[in-house]
């Protein structure tokens, strides 16, 4: 047993062995305070990102060079890269063309007429801005031309690179006004350092184009705009950018240049199931099911049935535009041409900065946080072509969504629909190209003239396609399927969003939802039902007190 002389004889010790360790730690201290700081570690020793790619192009002769023009880089790629352009001849990003095979539509930018921009013949040197290739100023342009492919629209990883309207599909070369008469200058694009960081496609350089199709940040689909080039968890669920971070690429993933997936004909209804590396499998790999599966929803089997008729952008994206872009939803070409006193043209903006009326182009509308509109679709599209007659009442639909419930082959899927007004051949019934883009000294093109019929003649003539000298504005609808901006499951839609008589689902017909459908004859069976399970349970329960107080 230890005495208090011992106890008070340790805690000396105790304390004696902390003051020396403190006064051992403020010497080591001192001492190094007066040594001169160590020198900085050469740069040789700081650790190196190692690269993805398996090639430093910095390296390479071919590009150890100063490039005056786009093509004059494509060759050089082409030194190594030697099948790459062949493959991008056979795709529709370069052609934009595309047959469907199954109603024989020839359909792509070269040949539709939309309600946005209205149509590409006559305004390629403007349109082509957005496409894969350089020199595409007409009709003559040379499809045949490897050199006339642009690398570093999809491969730029600098963010330096961008294709100006106007140009036929070149960057600036020098510097330059633009857009013109702005007084904004744009820098010429350093052609070299491009080219020596090219890399893997990317959410920016897909989104180039794709995030402002139709003249501007996010115009055209409203679930693909700028935002989603670095975007939180909460916007898209697969790209979110501390997360996941999906490219474009991983979801479209390309074989030989040709990317999967499509606008003219979607992949409405996938019964195929989950794709299998390795497995050779001729499906669309861009499509929900490809990943997930046709049972995604673990331990909830019910969602599972909902599955078999709901396409899961349905539930899985319950607004687009959520990315504080606003797209736009209606553009109505009648009101353009209204001009200042003076004769200019004039712009007038919302109170959050967006173009709400321009000469050049009419009255705009724009929505954010939008609701999709429902429908029935089963993979087929029809368009209104040049030519197809159209009704000179109502609303012309350019593309119309086939499918209904008894197909069984439909699905329910949420659509972004657009809405414009635009010129029409008031005596052929038919949709017009009118040419809007010109450069110095054509005086044809609306934008310059403000003059329709100038405009529509000059236009129609580029596609050798008749018109009559008269023209009106028609009413009209394009449609989008919505597929990106995909919500975390937290915030797909709950039950009661579809389930009820106002619901999500109100228009759609042809299948019986619960708590928005009533039929009287199941209603009856069900209070039936339900009145009989009451009187059974009552009367179960007076029998036990019935027997209970016999016992008693």
């Not at 999500?504 to 069900?526: A, F």
Request: glycine share 10%; with cysteine; charged share 20%.
């Amino acid at each position: 047993m230890r005495t208090v002389e011992s106890e008070i004889e340790g805690e000396f010790m105790a304390k004696r062995i902390l003051i020396t360790l403190t006064l051992w730690l403020a010497a080591g201290l001192a001492l190094a305070a007066e040594q001169p700081p160590a020198p900085a570690a050469a740069p040789a020793a700081v650790a190196k990102k190692v690269s993805a790619s398996t090639a430093d192009h910095t390296k390479f002769k071919q590009l150890q060079q100063s490039f005056g023009s786009g093509p004059e880089v494509t060759k050089a790629c082409l030194e190594c890269h030697t099948e790459a352009a062949k493959q991008i001849h056979r795709t529709s990003h370069w052609t934009w063309e595309f047959m469907n095979p199954e109603n024989k539509q020839r359909l792509g930018k070269r040949n539709i007429v939309n309600n946005f921009c209205t149509a590409v013949p006559s305004n390629y040197e403007f349109c082509t801005a957005c496409h894969i290739g350089y020199n595409w100023k007409d009709e003559t342009f040379d499809f045949t031309s490897e050199s006339n492919v642009d690398c570093l629209v999809c491969h730029d990883t600098t963010g330096t690179y961008r294709k100006l309207p106007g140009l036929a599909g070149h960057p600036a070369y020098q510097e330059m006004e633009f857009p013109p008469h702005s007084g904004k200058k744009v820098k010429p694009v350093d052609l070299t350092k491009v080219a020596q960081n090219v890399g893997k496609t990317s959410r920016e350089t897909c989104g180039a184009c794709h995030f402002y199709g139709g003249g501007g940040d996010g115009v055209k689909h409203g679930d693909m705009d700028s935002s989603l080039k670095m975007p939180g968890r909460y916007l898209d669920v697969h790209m979110d950018a501390k997360g996941l971070n999906f490219s474009c690429g991983t979801c479209h993933m390309a074989t030989s240049h040709q990317v999967p997936g499509s606008r003219y004909m979607p992949t409405a209804v996938d019964r195929e199931g989950a794709h299998v590396r390795g497995k050779a499998d001729k499906t669309n790999p861009a499509t929900c099911v490809a990943c997930h599966g046709n049972g995604p929803h673990e331990h909830e089997p019910l969602l599972d049935t909902h599955a078999r008729k709901i396409a899961c952008q349905t539930c899985h994206i319950p607004q687009y535009a959520r990315g504080n872009v606003a797209t736009k939803t209606l553009w109505d070409w009648s009101t353009a041409g209204q001009l200042s006193p003076d004769g200019k043209p004039i712009m007038r903006k919302d109170s959050a900065g967006r173009v709400v009326y321009d000469s050049k182009k009419g009255d705009f509308r724009f929505d954010s946080h939008a609701i999709p509109t429902y429908i029935w679709f089963n993979g087929k599209v029809n368009y209104t072509l040049l030519g197809t007659p159209i009704g000179a009442t109502g609303v012309t639909r350019i593309n119309q969504f086939e499918g209904g419930p008894d197909d069984g082959k439909s699905m329910i899927w949420p659509v972004k629909v657009f809405h414009g007004k635009q010129p029409y051949d008031a005596q052929t019934k038919s949709l017009v190209i009118p040419h809007t883009y010109g450069g110095e000294g054509d005086d044809t093109a609306y934008w310059s003239n403000f003059d329709w019929e100038k405009a529509i003649a000059a236009g129609m003539k580029s596609v050798n396609a008749p018109y009559s000298g008269k023209f009106g504005f028609v009413e009209t609808e394009m449609s989008w399927p919505i597929t990106h901006m995909v919500a975390p499951k937290q915030d797909a839609l709950a039950c009661d969003q579809c389930h009820s008589r106002s619901g999500r689902l109100k228009d759609i017909g042809g299948i019986y939802i619960p708590g928005r459908d009533h039929n009287r004859l199941i209603d009856l069976i069900g209070f039936a039902l339900a009145g009989l399970t009451l009187i059974g349970v009552i009367g179960h329960g007076i029998g036990r007190y019935i027997s209970n107080r016999k016992r008693a």
